[in-house]
């Protein structure tokens, strides 16, 4: 078992990354403010391991919430069952959440810990990559809007997560791979000699070699966890997390909730289309552009965003978080393992991108 | 105009005391983040106090929205209507706020600030005494849960409070005297010197004379920013602020949200039961107890509870916040003007305390 620690305003908390870990109820027990405990999971993860999860805190009082698969079930109404879960358990101040499942379930039962009598512990059992590597980790919370993706949401840091690797064997291969997007977005943006890791590890990667993916998830954790001290409420660094995701967000709410894409799918494009308009403003050269290009097709994930016009894209694009004062603001590779959130450039660069990336230029 | 400094972990913020200062606009610019502001106000305000609001703000872009005035809207359902209305005024994360009304409108806006992308401004403009004194504030949000009161929340600061006192004017008799239980409050619980000057002074607040009036609104706020500033998430000294909510709370929940009592009417019976359980349990004496509820009386507030069985006391003040391992810990007084967090006491005086203001007792 690897321990890693998050440094936040209000404290330290432990990241235990292993294989096995949910069977070893001394991961959970040290994590616990008191006895009372509501396990949230989903219809597919609750036959994979939520037997193995209550076994591991026989000792307390588990309460279980089951929800439906999905992120179109991210929503508000379904925070509202978490709530009255809580409700009906009797649960007080010192109740404890505990996430089991992918970053649905993570987003949604962070954000009933944080809004439950203002702010109750949570512990994160994440069971998908993208969870492991990145939503579990750093304490956003979140239900998605009609309008976009988690607009309603809230900064809680959780008290621990406990990320078993093992879990990882039962993933989807679609959805591994999208979790392998975000573990790509460090490398990228944020560490050359992860990026080198990757580029020559990623077929034991696709391979989902225990060694080699305990090593990718403890090294993206570390990466963020690294990040989120040092700007835990994103007002600055933070921001570089979100490499990619500011096309990729256009392209899953131009898609709408019900759609194809997954998330990491839609990052992923958005990450070569970063790449690309990076090389458009000269902030990185072609060969540059051209290796993480490269990578993200390597590990099979998509580069080509669907159909949509220009406008369509400035229209979404500017419904984004990042957008201050009205102005659409990118975070864009500055070469192999940077990034920095770019001040502004001109339309036209992004139409030449957009152009450059259109499905019949596939 | 008086301008109040509160220290929070995330910086500080002003509450502005005074006396039209709705109608000045610099009272609101300097606290704007933006331009983009949404006006939430309610069907009783707006036609008193929107225009001159709007007029302060015209240089602007502000957006309206009108809930319904009375508790029971303060919702989830509520909440998100002006997550939508950000939405569809296309604000994005350095839009703001502003809470133009009384708790409800303030509790609500407050909460749906803290959640829209993750937390953005918000203004506090208090139109009741309950607001200006106590709820706008310190950072609390929340909506009601059929369970309980403020069961979903969040602690989010304001970026700062405009509290004009002649707003109180048309305040209905009721909601001023509710108001003024929180008032009591801080003098009972937290301040000898300012219990005195209520008990001196207590037919002028009635009156409403403009200068008693603004005085008890800056003192009462000053003692507030004082402890949120030691306790911003009330893991302390800031439970001291829910002298008599326990016992409030639960007569909130009994009689239901539909019902004729107004929160301060309950926090008033709820202080003064506190002062008969701290007499029960020997912590102040006879001669302590008569004098803060002598003050409730003379304040025209209530003292008596409706018609409940212990076991319904017991049952429904086992679900308070303040609850913690399933042990209900109470704000007692411990003298004029000061006050503790009881550690655990005896069901038989908690028992007596209820049979000695049962209704029949009256």
Tied chains: 1, 2.
């Excluded at 966890?225 to 131009?254: C, K, M, P, S, Y």
Aim: with cysteine; proline share 4%; charged share 20%.
């Amino acid at each position: 078992m690897h321990a890693l620690k998050v440094n936040t305003a209000g404290g330290s908390y432990p990241i235990l990354v292993g294989r096995g870990l949910i069977d070893r109820a001394d991961a959970f027990v040290s994590l616990l403010p008191g006895r009372q405990v509501l396990v949230v999971t989903n219809d597919v993860v609750a036959p994979l391991y939520l037997d193995r999860v209550l076994a591991s805190l026989a000792d307390l009082e588990p309460a279980t919430l089951v929800l439906p698969d999905g992120e179109r079930h991210k929503t508000l109404e379904t925070f509202s069952r978490i709530i009255d879960a809580l409700v009906d358990a009797g649960f007080h101040r010192d109740a404890c959440v505990l996430a089991l499942g992918g970053g649905v379930v993570g987003d949604l039962s962070g954000f009933a810990a944080a809004c439950f009598h203002r702010g109750i512990a949570c512990i994160q059992v994440p069971t998908s990559l993208l969870a492991q590597v990145d939503s579990s980790v750093g304490g956003k919370t979140a239900v998605n809007h009609v309008a976009g993706k988690n607009l309603v949401g809230a900064f809680h840091q959780p008290v621990g997560v406990v990320a078993d690797v093992t879990t990882l064997e039962t993933l989807p291969e679609r959805e591994f791979l999208a979790g392998l997007a975000e573990v790509l977005k460090y490398g990228i943006g944020l560490d050359e000699e992860f990026f080198e890791w990757l580029e020559n590890n990623l077929q034991a990667l696709l391979d989902r070699e225990p060694l080699a993916v305990e090593r990718a998830v403890i090294w993206s954790c570390a990466i963020k966890a690294r990040v989120v001290a040092e700007d835990e409420r994103e007002q600055g660094r933070r921001a570089l997390l979100n490499l990619g995701h500011t096309f990729g967000h256009a392209i899953e709410t131009h898609a709408g909730y019900g759609s194809d894409w997954l998330h990491g799918e839609a990052v992923a494009v958005g990450m070569a289309m970063a790449a690309l308009m990076a090389e458009e403003l000269g902030t990185i050269d072609a060969d540059t552009c051209r290796r993480i290009r490269a990578l993200i097709e390597a590990a099979g994930l998509p580069a080509h965003p669907p159909a949509m016009s220009t406008d369509r894209w400035m229209e979404l694009m500017g419904r984004d978080k990042k957008v201050a004062a009205g102005r659409i603001r990118l975070v864009l590779p500055t070469g192999i393992g940077s990034s920095a959130l770019s001040a502004g450039y001109d339309d036209a660069a992004l139409a030449r991108t957009i152009a450059r990336t259109a499905p019949n230029d596939d």
